[in-house]
């Protein structure tokens, strides 16, 4: 089994910052893509950013420019670094990791998602 953990969420003015973290832990060979999703009350889980293996990344474009995904792979651990945070920003945030496990020979693929939490932007 693989557990995410994640933590970094609170409440901040606008303008300010928060830094997520996500930590994955459990039966891992490889982690994949990982990525963060936020579903803001009354509306569908959208995504946020996602960061491949090698560093390569992808934006929802109402966050370029304000927020960055990054990873350490020696942690197994993603975070997303938020700016100049909106009001519109606020949403419990979910981590989402690709994992690969290995058991008596057979690889396989799951995804994993985060328990989320929550940011809130205060005008």
């Known amino acids: 089994q693989v557990q995410l953990v994640e933590s970094g969420g609170g409440l901040v003015q606008a303008g300010g910052s928060l830094r997520l973290s996500c930590a994955a832990s459990g039966r891992i060979f490889n982690l994949n893509l990982m990525g963060w999703y936020r579903q803001a009350p009354g509306k569908e889980r959208e995504l946020v950013a996602t960061i491949t293996s090698s560093g390569s990344t992808n934006y929802a474009d109402s966050v370029k420019d304000r927020f960055t995904i990054s990873r350490d792979n020696a942690k197994n651990t993603v975070y997303l670094q938020m700016n100049s945070l909106k009001p519109e920003d606020t949403a419990v945030y979910y981590c989402?990791?690709?994992?690969?496990?290995?058991?008596?020979?057979?690889?396989?693929?799951?995804?994993?998602w985060g328990q989320g939490t929550q940011v809130t932007v205060s005008s």
């Open positions: 989402k990791v690709e994992v690969v496990t290995r058991v008596l020979g057979n690889t396989f693929l799951s995804n994993y």
